[in-house]
């Protein structure tokens, strides 16, 4: 299964919005609320920031949100800060009840 | 400080084999699902097997099927995963992670993988 689709990069200044986007099928992305998204600095493991589309984990800024329509979910980050530089993955459930991810997109602030 | 700490990582030739680690730091991994996840040098992240709290579930992503095993030991509050067979392009950093729900709360902070003759 190919992974999901994410333009490899973005950019933004510090203060503004910007919304990656985040591309399936409707085996995956667009048959289940399972989507979720990773933030990865350099050289760190990978950090949960938005599941089961636009649920927060506890912690995460309310700078960052998620959506979904069709086949395509979203993560919006407002009011952009030098810190949100990073690497960032989409991932959802499959038909099979594996998981798969996004190809990345380079933030870059 | 809640933490996931893999071992086992390093140097192997192809067709050889290795066994990965993953360990709980004031966390119990008896309670979670439990996942693997690798990243390849400049690359994206691949999801790569999960486990279920009793060992009775497995699943594989297709790519190594056949070749690798994940495996838990509550008693030891470990988590392992037998690669196998291995090739170049499992050179990867390999993280263990929480899985709830097909999301991955809790990740270790990876533990290298290269396959190099």
């Known amino acids: 299964q190919s992974a999901l689709t994410q333009f490899p990069s973005a950019s933004g200044s510090p203060g503004q919005l910007v919304t990656i986007s985040c591309t399936g099928t409707?085996?995956?992305?667009?048959?289940?609320?399972?989507v979720s998204w990773y933030q990865q600095h350099p050289g760190k493991a990978p950090k949960l920031i938005i599941y089961?589309?636009?649920q927060r984990p506890s912690g995460v800024s309310d700078r960052f949100s998620g959506s979904k329509s069709g086949n395509t979910a979203s993560l919006t980050v407002s009011g952009l800060q030098a810190e949100d530089e990073a690497n960032y993955y989409c991932?959802?459930?499959?038909?099979?009840?594996?998981?798969?991810f996004g190809g990345g997109t380079k933030l870059t602030v | 400080e809640v933490q996931l700490v893999e071992s086992g990582g390093g140097l192997v030739q192809p067709g050889g084999s290795l066994r990965l680690s993953c360990t709980g730091s004031r966390f119990t991994l008896a309670e979670h699902y439990m996942g693997w996840v690798r990243q390849a040098p400049g690359k994206g992240l691949e999801w790569v097997a999960r486990i279920n709290r009793d060992s009775s579930e497995k699943l594989y992503v297709d790519s190594v099927k056949g070749r690798f095993t994940i495996s838990r030991d509550h008693a030891r509050n470990s988590l392992y995963l037998q690669m196998g067979s291995l090739r170049a392009d499992d050179t990867a950093v390999y993280y263990c992670?929480?899985?709830?729900?097909?999301?991955?709360?809790?990740w270790g902070q990876g533990t290298t993988v290269t396959v190099s003759s």
């Open positions: 409707s085996s995956d992305v667009g048959a289940y609320n399972s």
């Open positions: 992670a929480t899985e709830a729900w097909w999301r991955m709360d809790v």
């Open positions: 991932s959802s459930r499959t038909g099979s009840g594996n998981v798969i």
């Open positions: 089961e589309v636009s």
